[in-house]
């Protein structure tokens, strides 16, 4: 079992940066892929960013390219989100996960095993 527990959630104004990061229960690196997912009310959950387990491989939505930066630090059990340039249609509640990817597809929902509890990000225009 693997624990995650997400951190470093909030409110900013639009073009604003926030980092948030999800702290691993246990070694991770090199076994994992990691991922960032978001919901926005009434929406279904989407894939954002995710990391493959060494940390060399990375993969974003569209919506996100360019703005935001997913990494990882397996010495330290932790992954994190740097997000730059927020607009108000990145307000959601981010989730981190973790899981072996075997249908080939980083960013599907399904490929997750261990789910975080989740932190909430607001942008104001």
């Known amino acids: 079992q693997v624990r995650l527990v997400e951190s470093g959630g909030g409110s900013v104004q639009a073009g604003g940066s926030l980092r948030v990061s999800c702290a691993a229960s246990?070694?991770?690196?090199?076994?994992?892929?990691m991922a960032w997912f978001r919901q926005a009310p009434g929406k279904e959950r989407e894939g954002v960013a995710a990391?493959?387990?060494?940390?060399?491989?990375?993969y974003y939505a569209d919506s996100v390219k360019g703005r935001f930066t997913i990494s990882r630090d397996n010495a330290k059990n932790t992954l994190y989100l740097q997000m730059n340039s927020l607009k108000p249609e990145d307000t959601a509640m981010y989730y981190c996960?973790?899981?072996?990817?075997?249908?080939?597809?980083?960013?599907?929902?399904?490929?997750?095993?261990?789910w975080g509890q989740g932190t909430q990000v607001t942008v104001s225009s």
């Open positions: 996960a973790a899981g072996r990817i075997s249908a080939g597809n980083p960013l599907g929902e399904y490929e997750y095993n261990y």
């Open positions: 246990r070694y991770i690196g090199n076994i994992y892929y």
């Open positions: 990391i493959d387990p060494g940390g060399g491989g990375t």
